[in-house]
């Protein structure tokens, strides 16, 4: 007799089974193996953007303060 957490396990085994070989789920995971590269390099390049956006914005702050680093 199984119990009911192997039943389920089993359960869920086997929807995930049927998922995964949907066309909808190639499809995705195809697409994002070959755009994951250009996720990686558009994220570091809008941090980098920001960081410098970031230390000129910090920059103006502390010029137009008088020197206080508040």
Do not use: C, Q
Request: no cysteine.
């Amino acid at each position: 007799m199984e119990t009911k957490e192997e039943r389920i396990a089993r359960r869920n085994r086997e929807r995930d089974k049927k998922m995964k070989a949907t066309p909808g789920y190639v499809v995705f995971s195809v697409m994002f193996t070959l755009a994951y590269p250009f996720i990686a390099v558009f994220t570091f390049v809008m941090s980098t953007l920001l960081a410098v956006f970031s230390s000129i914005s910090r920059a103006m702050a502390w010029v137009v303060s008088g020197g206080k680093s508040h």
